[in-house]
């Protein structure tokens, strides 16, 4: 018998239950969300709204809408409202499969004496959205033969690899984002009802969701494996496909905490049973414990319903209460959708499964696909130090001088002390933050025995000057290794950053604008530099697949599982382009006037990546006071400076460049004492920015 194996497939113990060790319950409930998120597969696509002219009728505010999204096209709803114009807390409420808008909302006499939810939610003084499902009168094959639609489409969508919970899910968040500008809803209070198959999306749906989601279900509780193997309930597309691998339908109640949670169930309930669910109501108290406040957990003798007048006051006072506050701003926020983890998984397995997990396929897309944004060929390396190691080996700088920036990342210039270079400092000019001309032309005439000169992108800025630094170079023959660590994507004219020298280092390290989590690329035009380069970083091997060496190389391979990662996000890096200059145009419109502060003009031939989005203070002295003020009163976090402190002064070439005068790389000590880098990342949202402008504004003189 089949049901055997199911027996005991189900007898297994979901990995990601609340364990005693796990005593940090948001970051225990924030795995298993990143795991439903995944398995749900959510189109997080923008939903947007039409609305009907509003109707007043049996004392309520009624309006239709029709939803919006790529993935589903339109879909209906109803929004209910008390009387008066205000906004006010607004429920969600998702029904049982077998209600519509109409019953839900009261338009049509309800079949059950608590079926218009929507409607005594309403008149309760809560605002209420109902979304048709839409789970009805799709399918006309002859194969349905009188079968029930939503279990047929439960079974459909798993050829996809999706589910019908899923695709619910995504409706319910792109909907509830879009209602939260309409005038009768306050979006900073929002939660979620649920009944039977609507229980399961609401639990979905605020799990999910951006905030914290007060939660109220009824009719939907026990053990996955009751509720389904054993009562074979019916509740069809209400679970995720392999979510019991993971976490049973109590650890998900669990997991949508800290916000409050009131749970209902029927003693006379045919499609569940009364001690499974008491058992799964005892998981959720322990799933939840540390979250300051326990879940309220119902049963009442009803049958398959739910109990709308405590539903309703579990709702007010959950939607009573002050907002949470926004949570801090971080300085970064690298993100991968749970499309783009599976992406990752997907070529991940793949290396697993073939075996090589080095300089495989992967390495290679990786190549190719960053080519896209470099217009130069490159080799991928461990590391972004890695590269610029490499570009001054294969130069051979032993014994000469390198000139660098003095503003840049210490990495630039250890590079060419494990080179066996000298490093000499540089002055840069204000416009684009580049190598400064007059001084790069006094440091080659000081230096006649210059090996390399490597510029600098700071920040994600190719700068104009660096026509001056190509010239120089050019002039004397002295080859220009650009650390472009900070420049993926950026350009000077139609010139990508890692195109104009004999070598481009890229850096893939997980702050940098592309993250293989720890990686990098070194570019090179010429092909008999590129396959030096894969010599040297396999190492030194005389020649691929060789097992004799000519040159002290070493490991400097990326690994393919670095690899796979960074395809991913080169993948994206079209998204992540055009997210980033949106915010930076945002900033550039939010800041303009703001006193005290001046944004760093892009020069207008370059494009930024805007690794940074940095600005100057009149003051300098105002920065650690107001570093710590937007912190502490804001919460929001300013980005690393690029860079704070000049080379010449870090203890390690403090001691070994030659003495400098006071008074020494002027440009450079200015800018390094003024300015200060925003948060910008593709995930900073228009409203977030306008945070951080309010706070700048407030704490500015
Ligand atoms: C990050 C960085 C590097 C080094 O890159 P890693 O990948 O961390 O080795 C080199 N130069 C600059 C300017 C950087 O910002």
């Known amino acids: 018998m089949q049901t055997r194996r199911l027996e005991r497939l189900l007898a297994t113990p979901p990995a990601l239950r609340r364990t005693p060790q796990d005593t940090d319950p948001a970051a225990w409930s924030g795995r298993l969300r990143d795991v439903v998120e995944r398995l749900a597969r959510i189109d997080r696509e923008p939903t947007t709204l039409t609305a009907a002219p509003a109707a007043e009728s049996g004392g309520l505010w009624r309006q239709e809408i029709t939803f919006r999204s790529p993935g589903r096209g339109p879909f209906a709803a109803t929004l209910l409202a008390p009387p008066g114009d205000a906004p006010r807390p607004t429920v969600l409420v998702c029904g049982g499969r077998n209600a519509g808008l109409g019953k839900l909302t009261g338009a049509e006499r309800p079949d059950h004496p608590d079926r218009n939810v929507a409607e005594l939610l309403s ?185 709308v007048p405590k539903a309703a006051r579990f709702l007010t006072r959950a939607l009573s209460r002050p907002p949470v506050p926004p949570a801090g701003l971080p300085a970064q926020r690298l993100s991968f959708d749970a499309e783009e983890r599976r992406a990752v998984l997907d070529r991940v397995d793949s290396a697993l499964a073939t075996g090589v997990l080095s300089q495989g396929p992967h390495t290679g897309d990786f190549e190719e696909l960053t080519r896209t944004w470099t217009g130069t060929p490159g080799a991928a390396v461990s590391s972004g130090a890695a590269a610029l190691e490499i570009a001054l080996r294969i130069i051979d700088v032993r014994g000469r001088t390198v000139l660098v920036p003095v503003n840049t990342f210490f990495a630039t210039a250890a590079a060419v002390v494990r080179a066996g270079g000298d490093v000499r400092f540089v002055d840069i000019e204000l416009d684009g933050l580049g190598l400064d001309p007059g001084d790069l032309r006094t440091a080659l005439d000081t230096h006649p025995d210059t090996a390399a000169v490597v ?134 419109e939010l800041l303009g006037d703001l006193p005290g502060l001046r944004v760093q003009p892009v020069p207008g031939t370059c494009t930024s990546n805007y690794y940074k989005y940095l600005a100057h203070l009149d003051d300098p002295r105002r920065r650690t006071p107001l570093r710590r003020a937007l912190r502490q009163r804001h919460g929001v976090s300013l980005a690393g400076e690029v860079y704070g402190e000049l080379l010449c002064d870090h203890p390690y070439f403090a001691d070994r460049t030659p003495h400098k005068a006071a008074g020494e790389f002027p440009r450079a000590r200015w800018f390094a004492d003024h300015h200060i880098a925003l948060p910008l990342y593709p995930s900073l949202t228009p409203a977030e920015q306008a945070r951080i402008a309010d706070a700048l504004r407030a704490e500015l003189p």
């Not at 009802?193 to 969701?209: D, E, K, W, Y």
């Open 123 to 307: 008149h309760e003084g809560l605002t209420t959205l109902t979304l048709s499902y839409g789970v009805d009168g799709g399918l006309s094959t002859p194969g349905r033969a009188g079968r029930d639609e939503a279990s047929l489409l439960a079974h459909a969508f798993a050829v996809t690899g999706r589910s019908l919970l899923g695709a619910l899910t995504s409706d319910a968040l792109g909907a509830l984002e879009a209602i939260r500008s309409h005038p009768r809803v306050d979006g900073q209070r929002l939660a979620v009802f649920g009944h039977s198959l609507g229980a399961a999306v609401a639990l979905h749906t605020a799990l999910l969701a951006p905030r914290p989601l007060p939660l109220c279900t009824a009719s939907h509780l026990g053990s996955y494996a009751v509720l389904y193997a054993r009562l074979l309930t019916g509740h069809e597309g209400a679970v995720l496909p392999g979510i019991l691998e993971y976490a049973d339908l109590p650890d998900l109640y669990g997991a949508a905490g800290p916000a409050p949670l009131h749970v209902q169930y029927g003693t006379a309930d045919p499609y569940l049973e009364a001690d499974d669910a008491k058992a799964a109501a005892a998981l959720i108290e322990t799933s939840r414990a540390g979250y300051g406040e326990p879940a309220e957990i119902r049963e009442l003798p009803m049958g398959h319903g739910s109990h």
């Open 455 to 588: 510029p600098v992108h700071i920040g994600g800025l190719v700068s104009p000057a660096l026509d001056d630094t190509l010239r120089l170079c050019r002039e004397r023959g002295v080859p220009v290794v650009e650390d472009a660590a900070h420049a993926f994507g950026s350009r000077l004219g139609d010139r990508p950053a890692g195109a104009f020298g004999r070598f481009g280092a890229f850096s893939f390290f997980a702050t940098k604008p592309a993250t293989s989590g720890e990686g990098g690329l070194l570019t090179a035009p010429d092909d008999e530099d590129l396959e030096r380069v894969r010599r040297w970083r396999d190492h030194g091997k005389s020649a691929h697949g060789s097992t004799l060496h000519d040159r002290p190389g070493s490991n400097w391979r990326i690994s393919e599982l670095h690899a796979a990662v960074g395809t991913v996000d080169v993948l994206r890096f079209a998204d992540t382009l055009r997210d980033r200059q949106a915010a930076a145009v945002r900033y550039d």
